[in-house]
């Protein structure tokens, strides 16, 4: 008994209560996210469209969440966490409850990108939030439960939506809205805004004086300078994490970890109807992901905190490269439910040194822009995955995850190559977020006579 309770300080204890209402949040969220999950057959069953184009109405809905998740991220930095996030809830509520009754492939297209772009703007809103609230030293277990809510949740409404999607695809849609509302209900309830008073705005110009050797100026400036930004020149903005070549190359390769994960609600539905399996087939596959990530994730902190994360990150992008490219010779749901119990351990290692990293990389004045930079890797990676695979899978059959299982591998290699570099920078960051000692007495100048 004292082993479990000490478990569960360990998983779970000494976070603050706004902490758990943002995962409360989160949680209601994506157990009712279902439409954007099953898009793909609603497309290619209930409007006639090939399977090329069902690839490319789904693009447009990445397309949306690469503006919507820019846009949330200087919003959460100016206008504030909570209000970003209350705003981008109720916009996706409305435009699900669109897309239930709309029946033309052009306005479901541009309705798609619509949500992509409400879907995305709580993203940097969320984990900046999560960010401010909770202290370093607990930020990895709060993210790995931040990761194990939302799986939760896609366990749950991976079960029921397989069964939903059978019945009425308008259900889909309109339970999509009504789970978002309540999302919102809980956040503008008891979330407040976490955005320190101090930091709305632009932001400070950055300087070398000694009255601004503070953390987020400090992580700032050194950012700034492995960008090639000139401190004094430009006010520290959106541009300073998209020129941070540290921080884009880690945003490069969650990219490939997106793409890889993306292929679960983007193309292998529309292998597994090419099988002749059901809907509830597919949802069945995805469940079970789902549920591994619940019954398991809790333990991934204890069993990776000895290892460094690039190697982590390494062997955890091989797994799902592995489990992608099982796919190619898979004809029934056995070899489906197989491949995705790899491809899910995967997911479940990679995601607590994915997050610490993105959260060590980012300086505290720009803490919701690096979040959007890095959370730009996923609505990218819901473009690109469902664009170009919907051609691959058309066109090259089976051999489309020989390809999807290359890339993976080819990114777990890069993981290796880049982790050295980017620990350097992670240390240099915490030396230089480090107050300097109040200066001598002896040291003061003499005033003039």
């Keep these: 008994m004292r082993a479990l309770r000490r478990w569960l300080d360990d998983t779970a204890g000494g976070l603050p209560a706004t902490f758990w209402y943002l995962w409360a949040g989160l949680l209601i969220n994506r157990a009712g996210a279902f439409a954007m999950l099953f898009l793909s057959l609603y497309l290619t069953d209930a409007r006639g469209a090939s399977e090329a184009l069902t690839g490319t109405v789904v693009g447009a809905y990445g397309l949306g969440g690469a503006a919507g998740v820019l846009l949330g991220g ?4 100016r206008w504030g966490r909570r209000s970003t996030l209350l705003a981008a809830h109720l916009a996706t509520a409305g435009l699900m409850v669109g897309l239930a009754f709309s029946r033309h492939l052009a306005m479901i297209a541009a309705l798609a990108a619509l949500v992509g772009v409400a879907h995305s703007m709580p993203s940097p809103a969320f984990v900046a939030a999560i960010v401010d609230v909770v202290p370093e030293r607990r930020r990895s277990r709060a993210f790995n439960l931040q990761f194990w809510a939302f799986n939760l949740g896609m366990a749950v409404a991976s079960l029921l ?3 939903l999607a059978e019945a009425s695809f308008v259900a889909l849609f309109l339970v999509d809205a009504a789970a978002t509302v309540l999302a919102a209900a809980v956040i503008a309830w008891k979330v407040p805004e976490t955005l320190p008073r101090r930091l709305a705005g632009p932001g400070p110009i950055l300087d070398t004086s000694r009255s601004d050797r503070t953390e987020g100026v400090q992580d700032l400036r050194s950012a700034a300078a492995d ?13 300073t994490a998209l020129t ?17 994960t993306m292929q679960t609600s983007t193309i292998m539905p529309l292998a597994m109807r090419s099988d002749g399996l059901r809907p509830s087939a597919y949802g069945a596959v995805v469940a079970l992901g789902g549920v591994l990530i619940v019954l398991g994730q809790l333990f991934v902190p204890r069993l990776i905190e ?8 390494a062997v955890s992008t091989a797994l799902l490269a592995l489990g992608f490219a099982t796919l190619a010779f898979a004809d029934d749901v056995v070899v489906y439910l197989a491949a995705a119990v790899v491809w899910t351990v995967g997911q479940m290692l990679a995601a607590p040194p994915n997050a610490q990293i993105n959260a060590d990389l980012a300086p505290l004045a720009l803490r919701a822009r690096y979040q959007s930079v890095f959370y730009l890797a996923f609505p990218a990676a819901s473009f ?6 919907g051609v691959s899978l058309q066109y090259l059959g089976d051999r489309h995850w020989l390809i999807v299982g290359g890339l993976g591998l080819l ?26 000692p109040p200066p001598s007495p002896t040291a003061a100048p003499t005033a003039a006579r």
Aim: hydrophobic share 45%.
């Design 411 to 436: 990114a777990a290699g890069c993981h290796l190559l880049a982790g050295p570099s980017r620990e350097r920078r992670v240390a240099a960051l915490r030396r230089l977020s480090t107050p300097l």
């Design 74 to 77: 200087v919003l959460a930095d």
């Design 161 to 163: 939506a397989g069964l």
């Design 306 to 313: 000895r290892h460094r994360k690039d190697r982590v990150l």
């Design 227 to 239: 960008g090639g930004v000139a401190g004094r020149q430009r006010q520290p903005g959106l541009h």
């Design 244 to 260: 941070d070549r540290t921080f884009l190359t880690f945003v490069g390769l969650t990219f490939v970890l997106a793409v890889l």
């Design 384 to 389: 690109v995955a469902p664009t170009l695979g």
